[in-house]
Protein backbone atom coordinates (compact mmCIF):
# COMPACT_ATOMS: atom_id res chain seq x y z
CA UNK A 1 0.00 0.00 0.00
CA UNK A 2 3.11 2.42 0.88
CA UNK A 3 4.62 1.70 -2.16
CA UNK A 4 1.28 2.53 -4.37
CA UNK A 5 1.10 5.74 -2.40
CA UNK A 6 4.73 6.63 -3.30
CA UNK A 7 3.90 5.33 -7.20
CA UNK A 8 0.63 7.90 -7.42
CA UNK A 9 2.73 11.08 -5.83
CA UNK A 10 5.36 10.43 -7.79
CA UNK A 11 3.12 10.56 -11.24
CA UNK A 12 1.05 13.73 -9.76
CA UNK A 13 4.30 15.45 -9.44
CA UNK A 14 5.48 14.63 -12.83
CA UNK A 15 2.33 15.75 -13.86
CA UNK A 16 2.49 19.08 -12.18
CA UNK A 17 6.26 19.57 -13.31
CA UNK A 18 4.81 19.05 -16.79
CA UNK A 19 1.98 21.65 -16.38
CA UNK A 20 4.54 24.47 -15.30
CA UNK A 21 7.25 23.69 -18.08
CA UNK A 22 4.01 24.16 -20.49
CA UNK A 23 2.90 27.05 -18.94
CA UNK A 24 6.61 28.54 -18.90
CA UNK A 25 7.04 27.19 -22.48
CA UNK A 26 3.36 28.99 -23.28
CA UNK A 27 4.68 32.60 -22.38
CA UNK A 28 7.84 32.49 -24.05
CA UNK A 29 7.74 34.68 -26.80
CA UNK A 30 10.00 36.72 -29.51
CA UNK A 31 11.31 40.12 -28.95
CA UNK A 32 13.15 43.19 -30.83
CA UNK A 33 15.06 45.65 -30.63
CA UNK A 34 17.51 47.71 -31.63
CA UNK A 35 20.69 49.20 -29.75
CA UNK A 36 21.75 53.05 -29.97
CA UNK A 37 24.35 55.32 -28.80
CA UNK A 38 23.86 58.88 -27.68
CA UNK A 39 23.96 60.64 -30.85
CA UNK A 40 21.66 57.93 -32.37
CA UNK A 41 24.18 55.39 -34.03
CA UNK A 42 23.41 52.40 -34.43
CA UNK A 43 25.80 50.07 -32.03
CA UNK A 44 27.14 46.97 -33.73
CA UNK A 45 28.35 44.08 -31.43
CA UNK A 46 26.55 45.06 -28.55
CA UNK A 47 25.68 42.11 -25.84
CA UNK A 48 22.10 41.46 -25.31
CA UNK A 49 21.69 38.44 -22.61
CA UNK A 50 18.69 37.50 -20.91
CA UNK A 51 19.51 37.81 -16.65
CA UNK A 52 20.86 35.32 -14.62
CA UNK A 53 21.22 33.01 -18.10
CA UNK A 54 23.82 32.29 -20.88
CA UNK A 55 20.88 32.95 -23.58
CA UNK A 56 21.82 35.65 -25.73
CA UNK A 57 22.69 37.47 -28.99
CA UNK A 58 24.78 40.35 -30.37
CA UNK A 59 23.28 43.15 -32.74
CA UNK A 60 23.73 42.92 -36.44
CA UNK A 61 25.45 45.79 -38.89
CA UNK A 62 21.62 48.00 -38.23
CA UNK A 63 21.90 47.37 -34.34
CA UNK A 64 19.27 45.13 -34.57
CA UNK A 65 18.50 42.09 -32.19
CA UNK A 66 15.82 39.19 -31.87
CA UNK A 67 15.33 36.77 -29.21
CA UNK A 68 13.18 34.59 -27.46
CA UNK A 69 12.18 35.52 -23.64
CA UNK A 70 9.32 35.30 -21.28
CA UNK A 71 7.26 38.36 -19.49
CA UNK A 72 8.93 37.57 -16.06
CA UNK A 73 12.60 37.96 -17.43
CA UNK A 74 14.77 41.17 -17.75
CA UNK A 75 17.45 41.90 -20.80
CA UNK A 76 20.61 42.98 -19.86
CA UNK A 77 22.32 45.09 -22.38
CA UNK A 78 26.16 46.10 -22.60
CA UNK A 79 28.86 47.03 -24.47
CA UNK A 80 32.44 48.03 -24.18
CA UNK A 81 32.85 51.29 -23.12
CA UNK A 82 29.29 51.88 -22.21
CA UNK A 83 27.24 51.44 -19.07
CA UNK A 84 25.15 48.52 -18.67
CA UNK A 85 21.37 48.70 -19.47
CA UNK A 86 18.70 46.30 -17.29
CA UNK A 87 15.63 45.92 -19.28
CA UNK A 88 12.28 43.82 -17.38
CA UNK A 89 10.80 42.63 -20.17
CA UNK A 90 7.16 42.72 -19.22
CA UNK A 91 4.44 42.62 -21.92
CA UNK A 92 7.05 44.84 -24.07
CA UNK A 93 7.78 43.19 -27.69
CA UNK A 94 10.11 46.02 -29.30
CA UNK A 95 12.86 47.81 -27.46
CA UNK A 96 14.61 50.99 -28.24
CA UNK A 97 17.88 50.77 -26.29
CA UNK A 98 20.67 53.84 -26.11
CA UNK A 99 23.51 53.27 -24.15
CA UNK A 100 25.10 56.49 -22.54
CA UNK A 101 29.24 56.21 -22.15
CA UNK A 102 30.73 55.16 -19.33
CA UNK A 103 32.95 58.73 -17.84
CA UNK A 104 35.62 56.32 -16.01
CA UNK A 105 36.81 55.27 -19.23
CA UNK A 106 37.52 58.57 -20.14
CA UNK A 107 41.10 58.18 -17.41
CA UNK A 108 42.02 55.31 -20.23
CA UNK A 109 45.53 56.30 -21.59
CA UNK A 110 45.23 55.56 -25.58
CA UNK A 111 48.24 55.49 -28.13
CA UNK A 112 47.99 58.59 -30.21
CA UNK A 113 50.78 59.29 -32.91
CA UNK A 114 53.74 58.64 -31.52
CA UNK A 115 52.74 59.84 -27.80
CA UNK A 116 49.99 58.68 -25.10
CA UNK A 117 46.80 60.86 -24.28
CA UNK A 118 43.74 60.26 -21.73
CA UNK A 119 40.52 59.87 -23.53
CA UNK A 120 38.96 63.11 -21.93
CA UNK A 121 41.43 65.30 -23.29
CA UNK A 122 41.19 64.04 -26.60
CA UNK A 123 39.34 66.25 -29.30
CA UNK A 124 39.25 63.24 -32.16
CA UNK A 125 37.66 59.58 -32.25
CA UNK A 126 39.56 57.09 -30.57
CA UNK A 127 38.92 53.36 -29.16
CA UNK A 128 41.19 51.17 -27.44
CA UNK A 129 41.64 47.62 -26.32
CA UNK A 130 43.79 47.20 -23.21
CA UNK A 131 45.89 43.35 -22.71
CA UNK A 132 43.24 42.46 -20.24
CA UNK A 133 40.77 42.57 -22.71
CA UNK A 134 41.92 40.04 -25.28
CA UNK A 135 44.64 37.67 -23.15
CA UNK A 136 42.60 35.04 -22.21
CA UNK A 137 41.02 34.18 -25.30
CA UNK A 138 41.96 31.49 -27.62
CA UNK A 139 42.24 32.53 -31.43
CA UNK A 140 43.93 31.51 -34.90
CA UNK A 141 44.05 34.99 -35.68
CA UNK A 142 44.90 38.03 -33.57
CA UNK A 143 42.97 40.40 -35.92
CA UNK A 144 39.43 38.72 -34.89
CA UNK A 145 39.84 39.86 -31.35
CA UNK A 146 39.21 43.16 -32.40
CA UNK A 147 35.37 42.09 -33.33
CA UNK A 148 32.85 43.69 -31.56
CA UNK A 149 35.29 45.35 -29.16
CA UNK A 150 36.09 48.86 -31.06
CA UNK A 151 33.17 51.01 -32.27
CA UNK A 152 32.97 51.92 -35.53
CA UNK A 153 35.48 48.68 -36.45
CA UNK A 154 33.88 46.02 -38.80
CA UNK A 155 35.63 42.84 -39.52
CA UNK A 156 34.27 40.76 -42.70
CA UNK A 157 35.75 37.07 -42.36
CA UNK A 158 36.44 36.29 -45.99
CA UNK A 159 37.71 32.48 -45.40
CA UNK A 160 38.46 30.33 -42.75
CA UNK A 161 41.30 28.06 -44.09
CA UNK A 162 43.89 27.45 -41.56
CA UNK A 163 46.98 29.63 -42.47
CA UNK A 164 45.18 32.33 -44.64
CA UNK A 165 41.77 33.70 -42.60
CA UNK A 166 43.03 37.14 -42.94
CA UNK A 167 40.12 39.06 -42.50
CA UNK A 168 38.95 42.56 -43.91
CA UNK A 169 39.07 45.57 -41.89
CA UNK A 170 36.77 49.22 -42.58
CA UNK A 171 36.95 51.73 -39.85
CA UNK A 172 33.37 53.87 -40.85
CA UNK A 173 32.69 51.92 -43.67
CA UNK A 174 34.26 52.25 -47.38
CA UNK A 175 35.59 55.88 -48.01
CA UNK A 176 36.87 55.52 -51.41
CA UNK A 177 36.94 53.27 -54.69
CA UNK A 178 40.42 52.20 -54.19
CA UNK A 179 42.43 50.43 -51.10
CA UNK A 180 40.34 50.98 -48.02
CA UNK A 181 42.68 49.19 -45.76
CA UNK A 182 43.66 51.49 -42.42
CA UNK A 183 47.36 52.01 -41.93
CA UNK A 184 48.80 49.51 -39.14
CA UNK A 185 51.56 50.55 -36.89
CA UNK A 186 53.73 47.98 -34.29
CA UNK A 187 55.73 49.98 -31.83
CA UNK A 188 55.74 52.86 -34.11
CA UNK A 189 56.70 50.76 -37.28
CA UNK A 190 54.36 50.82 -40.38
CA UNK A 191 53.13 47.04 -41.06
CA UNK A 192 49.92 45.36 -42.33
CA UNK A 193 47.14 43.95 -41.61
CA UNK A 194 48.61 40.18 -42.14
CA UNK A 195 51.18 41.35 -39.87
CA UNK A 196 48.90 41.86 -36.52
CA UNK A 197 47.40 37.72 -37.00
CA UNK A 198 51.22 36.95 -36.44
CA UNK A 199 51.44 39.14 -33.13
CA UNK A 200 50.89 36.33 -30.11
CA UNK A 201 48.03 38.15 -28.04
CA UNK A 202 49.97 37.67 -25.03
CA UNK A 203 52.44 40.01 -26.66
CA UNK A 204 50.23 42.79 -26.82
CA UNK A 205 50.12 45.32 -24.13
CA UNK A 206 47.11 48.08 -25.67
CA UNK A 207 45.46 48.46 -29.31
CA UNK A 208 44.22 51.88 -30.63
CA UNK A 209 42.13 52.82 -33.29
CA UNK A 210 42.09 56.45 -34.62
CA UNK A 211 39.17 56.59 -36.98
CA UNK A 212 38.02 60.33 -37.76
CA UNK A 213 40.57 62.79 -40.17
CA UNK A 214 42.58 63.99 -37.13
CA UNK A 215 44.49 61.39 -37.43
CA UNK A 216 45.55 62.55 -41.01
CA UNK A 217 47.28 65.53 -39.36
CA UNK A 218 49.65 63.19 -37.26
CA UNK A 219 50.35 60.67 -40.60
CA UNK A 220 49.23 62.22 -43.41
CA UNK A 221 47.12 60.85 -46.38
CA UNK A 222 47.75 57.32 -45.37
CA UNK A 223 45.60 57.88 -42.55
CA UNK A 224 42.61 58.55 -44.36
CA UNK A 225 41.03 55.14 -43.71
CA UNK A 226 42.10 55.33 -40.14
CA UNK A 227 44.85 54.14 -38.01
CA UNK A 228 45.30 51.16 -35.72
CA UNK A 229 48.32 51.76 -33.64
CA UNK A 230 49.78 48.28 -31.79
CA UNK A 231 52.14 48.46 -28.72
CA UNK A 232 53.55 45.50 -27.29
CA UNK A 233 54.54 44.43 -23.81
CA UNK A 234 58.02 45.72 -22.41
CA UNK A 235 59.91 45.10 -18.96
CA UNK A 236 59.60 47.33 -16.13
CA UNK A 237 62.32 49.22 -14.53
CA UNK A 238 63.71 48.00 -11.18
CA UNK A 239 61.17 45.29 -11.23
CA UNK A 240 62.09 41.71 -10.26
CA UNK A 241 62.24 38.91 -13.20
CA UNK A 242 59.24 37.23 -13.88
CA UNK A 243 58.42 34.35 -15.75
CA UNK A 244 54.97 33.68 -17.45
CA UNK A 245 53.53 30.65 -19.15
CA UNK A 246 49.86 30.43 -20.99
CA UNK A 247 48.57 27.75 -23.00
CA UNK A 248 45.35 26.76 -24.48
CA UNK A 249 44.26 23.50 -26.06
CA UNK A 250 40.80 23.56 -28.64
CA UNK A 251 38.73 21.37 -30.53
CA UNK A 252 37.40 22.47 -34.01
CA UNK A 253 34.44 20.91 -35.42
CA UNK A 254 31.95 21.55 -38.85
CA UNK A 255 29.23 23.60 -38.30
CA UNK A 256 26.27 23.23 -40.25
CA UNK A 257 26.67 21.52 -43.17
CA UNK A 258 24.46 19.88 -45.48
CA UNK A 259 22.42 16.59 -45.37
CA UNK A 260 23.19 14.99 -49.07
CA UNK A 261 20.55 12.25 -50.23
CA UNK A 262 22.17 9.07 -51.44
CA UNK A 263 23.55 8.54 -54.77
CA UNK A 264 20.82 5.68 -55.52
CA UNK A 265 17.61 8.12 -54.70
CA UNK A 266 19.85 11.00 -56.30
CA UNK A 267 19.85 9.04 -59.52
CA UNK A 268 15.74 8.82 -59.50
CA UNK A 269 15.26 11.98 -58.64
CA UNK A 270 17.77 12.98 -62.01
CA UNK A 271 15.36 10.22 -63.86
CA UNK A 272 12.57 12.37 -63.21
CA UNK A 273 13.84 15.55 -64.67
CA UNK A 274 16.18 13.67 -67.22
CA UNK A 275 14.43 10.12 -68.15
CA UNK A 276 17.00 7.62 -69.05
CA UNK A 277 19.67 9.30 -67.37
CA UNK A 278 20.11 5.89 -65.53
CA UNK A 279 19.72 2.67 -66.86
CA UNK A 280 17.11 -0.12 -64.61
CA UNK A 281 20.95 -1.90 -64.62
CA UNK A 282 22.61 1.42 -63.23
CA UNK A 283 20.09 1.99 -60.81
CA UNK A 284 20.33 -1.24 -59.10
CA UNK A 285 24.02 -1.05 -59.07
CA UNK A 286 23.78 1.87 -57.25
CA UNK A 287 21.16 0.32 -54.73
CA UNK A 288 22.66 -2.60 -54.19
CA UNK A 289 26.51 -1.43 -53.49
CA UNK A 290 27.50 -4.63 -55.78
CA UNK A 291 29.88 -1.97 -58.07
CA UNK A 292 31.07 0.85 -55.75
CA UNK A 293 34.50 1.69 -58.34
CA UNK A 294 32.09 2.72 -60.83
CA UNK A 295 28.53 3.51 -58.95
CA UNK A 296 29.72 4.76 -55.75
CA UNK A 297 27.64 5.69 -53.07
CA UNK A 298 30.29 8.51 -50.89
CA UNK A 299 29.38 11.10 -48.47
CA UNK A 300 32.06 13.63 -49.61
CA UNK A 301 31.83 16.00 -46.47
CA UNK A 302 32.34 13.29 -44.11
CA UNK A 303 35.28 11.81 -46.07
CA UNK A 304 36.89 15.73 -46.71
CA UNK A 305 35.89 17.29 -43.17
CA UNK A 306 37.12 16.04 -39.51
CA UNK A 307 37.10 17.60 -36.10
CA UNK A 308 40.12 19.24 -35.60
CA UNK A 309 42.65 20.63 -32.86
CA UNK A 310 44.28 23.71 -32.25
CA UNK A 311 46.68 24.65 -29.33
CA UNK A 312 49.12 27.50 -28.87
CA UNK A 313 51.58 28.33 -26.00
CA UNK A 314 53.44 31.59 -25.05
CA UNK A 315 56.50 31.84 -22.38
CA UNK A 316 58.13 35.37 -21.57
CA UNK A 317 60.53 36.63 -19.29
CA UNK A 318 60.55 40.21 -18.29
CA UNK A 319 62.27 42.18 -15.59
CA UNK A 320 64.63 44.96 -15.50
CA UNK A 321 67.03 47.43 -12.66
CA UNK A 322 67.19 51.30 -12.72
CA UNK A 323 68.84 51.67 -16.29
CA UNK A 324 68.15 48.57 -18.35
CA UNK A 325 64.78 46.48 -18.33
CA UNK A 326 63.51 43.74 -21.12
CA UNK A 327 60.90 41.42 -22.47
CA UNK A 328 61.18 38.31 -24.30
CA UNK A 329 58.89 35.91 -25.47
CA UNK A 330 58.52 32.84 -27.74
CA UNK A 331 55.28 31.41 -29.04
CA UNK A 332 54.17 28.05 -30.56
CA UNK A 333 50.94 27.88 -32.74
CA UNK A 334 49.44 24.87 -34.39
CA UNK A 335 46.06 24.74 -35.61
CA UNK A 336 44.92 21.97 -37.97
CA UNK A 337 42.08 22.72 -40.33
CA UNK A 338 38.84 21.06 -40.54
CA UNK A 339 39.49 19.75 -44.07
CA UNK A 340 41.59 17.56 -44.57
CA UNK A 341 45.67 18.27 -45.23
CA UNK A 342 45.03 21.56 -44.50
CA UNK A 343 46.98 23.29 -41.26
CA UNK A 344 49.07 26.06 -39.86
CA UNK A 345 52.13 25.89 -37.71
CA UNK A 346 53.58 29.02 -36.67
CA UNK A 347 56.49 29.85 -34.56
CA UNK A 348 57.27 33.11 -33.41
CA UNK A 349 59.64 35.44 -31.19
CA UNK A 350 59.67 38.70 -29.41
CA UNK A 351 62.34 40.88 -27.57
CA UNK A 352 62.06 44.26 -26.43
CA UNK A 353 64.97 45.84 -24.50
CA UNK A 354 65.13 49.45 -23.23
CA UNK A 355 68.18 51.07 -21.68
CA UNK A 356 69.40 54.43 -20.70
CA UNK A 357 72.84 56.16 -20.40
CA UNK A 358 73.11 59.54 -18.38
CA UNK A 359 70.88 61.36 -20.90
CA UNK A 360 70.54 59.12 -23.57
CA UNK A 361 67.42 56.31 -24.10
CA UNK A 362 67.83 53.47 -26.27
CA UNK A 363 65.36 50.80 -27.35
CA UNK A 364 66.08 47.86 -29.32
CA UNK A 365 62.52 45.94 -30.96
CA UNK A 366 63.23 42.36 -32.32
CA UNK A 367 60.52 39.71 -33.51
CA UNK A 368 60.47 37.37 -36.47
CA UNK A 369 58.54 34.33 -37.03
CA UNK A 370 58.36 31.31 -39.15
CA UNK A 371 54.60 29.54 -40.63
CA UNK A 372 54.22 26.49 -42.29
CA UNK A 373 51.29 26.66 -43.86
CA UNK A 374 49.29 23.47 -45.21
CA UNK A 375 47.08 23.60 -48.10
CA UNK A 376 45.91 22.61 -51.33
CA UNK A 377 48.43 23.53 -54.38
CA UNK A 378 45.19 25.09 -56.01
CA UNK A 379 42.69 26.56 -53.64
CA UNK A 380 39.02 25.48 -54.05
CA UNK A 381 36.73 27.18 -55.57
CA UNK A 382 32.91 27.07 -56.45
CA UNK A 383 29.85 25.25 -56.23
CA UNK A 384 31.95 21.51 -55.04
CA UNK A 385 35.43 22.98 -55.40
CA UNK A 386 36.23 21.41 -52.16
CA UNK A 387 35.44 17.96 -53.08
CA UNK A 388 37.40 18.17 -56.25
Known amino acids: MKRQRQKLFRVFLAGVLMLFSFMAYAQERTVTGRVYDSSGESIIGASVVVQGTMQGVVTDMDGAFQLKVQPSQSLVISFLGYK ?215 NWLDAVLRNASMHQHHLSVSGGNENTHFMTSVAYFNQDGIMMKTGVERFSFRSNIDTRYKRFTFGLNLSGNKNNVTAPAVAPSGEGGIMR
Open 84 to 298: DVILPVGNKNDFKIILEEDSKKLDEVVVVGYATQKKVNLTGSVASVSAKDIQDIPVANTTTLLQGRLPGLVLTQNGAQAGNDNPEIRIRGIGTFGNNNPMVLIDGVEGSISQIAEIPSADIESISVLKDAASAAIYGVRAANGVILITTKRGQASSKVKVSYSGSYTLQTPGIVPDYVDSYNWALMKNEVNPGTFSSEALQKLKDGSDPDHYANT
